[in-house]
């Protein structure tokens, strides 16, 4: 289910622009974001994770973490087909490190590219 019309809201003007421009011009299944950055009232645990997304698509049958932790950018990917109480499941995560956000929309953008349709891609790099 493509969002692309979400990031209308003024908010997404903000951090993280490009990462959410990227997965909401995805074909993904769910999307839920548990990011810290737009909160108000930001505590200690808040400011170390200021970008939490969760995505699930079944085209890649991944898991996807996008995180950005005490100022280190991440993804993680698990199988989706797994149980997540499985030894396999645990053996399924890779996760890479990024330097800075952009080096991580790089990353994303060719984890997600068979979520991307042709013209929500040409959408997407319009936007960027």
Known sequence: MRRIESLHSPIYEKKYRKIYKL?????????????????????IVTRATPLWIICESTI???????????????????????DVKTEKYN?????????NQNEMVEALELLLKPCLEEGEMNKYEKCS
Do not use: C
């Not at 053996?91 to 330097?99: I, L, R, W």
């Open 91 to 99: 053996n399924s995560f890779v996760h890479k490190y990024f330097k």
């Open 23 to 43: 997965i909401y011009a995805a074909d993904l299944d769910t999307i839920k974001d548990f990011s810290n950055w737009k909160k108000l009232e930001q505590d």
């Open 60 to 82: 890649l049958n991944k898991r996807i973490w996008i995180m950005q932790e005490f100022g280190d950018f991440k993804i993680s990917t698990a199988a989706l087909n797994l």
